[in-house]
């Protein structure tokens, strides 16, 4: 079992900067994917970043890419996802997420990001 732990999400004005950090215990997820999703109110949660384990590998939902860096620490089990120049559109509850074979099968509980306009 992973467990995950979401922290960096707050209140930041349109344009701004945040930078989220998921910490992982129970084992090490060197060999896994991890990625960041978000649920915006009202709405599903969807797919926002994917790293491969070795993090030579990133993927990003379109909106996203260009403002958005997903990026790794093995040595900490740590991904982190680098949020620039945030519309408000970009408010939701962020969630950190692991898994094999493109399944994310353990969760963290998430991190609020608003965005103020």
């Known amino acids: 079992q992973v467990h995950l732990v979401e922290s960096g999400g707050g209140l930041v004005q349109a344009g701004g900067s945040l930078r989220l950090s998921c910490g992982a215990s129970?084992?090490?997820?060197?060999?896994?994917?991890m990625g960041w999703f978000r649920q915006a109110p009202g709405k599903e949660r969807h797919f926002v970043a994917g790293?491969?384990?070795?993090?030579?590998?990133?993927y990003y939902k379109d909106s996203v890419k260009g403002r958005f860096t997903i990026s790794r620490d093995n040595a900490k089990n740590t991904v982190y996802l680098q949020m620039n120049s945030l519309k408000p559109e970009d408010r939701a509850v962020y969630y950190c997420?692991?898994?094999?074979?493109?399944?994310?099968?353990?969760w963290g509980r998430g991190t609020q990001v608003t965005v103020s306009s």
């Open positions: 997420g692991t898994g094999v074979a493109s399944s994310y099968t353990y």
């Open positions: 129970g084992r090490t997820t060197s060999n896994l994917d």
């Open positions: 790293i491969s384990p070795s993090g030579g590998a990133t």
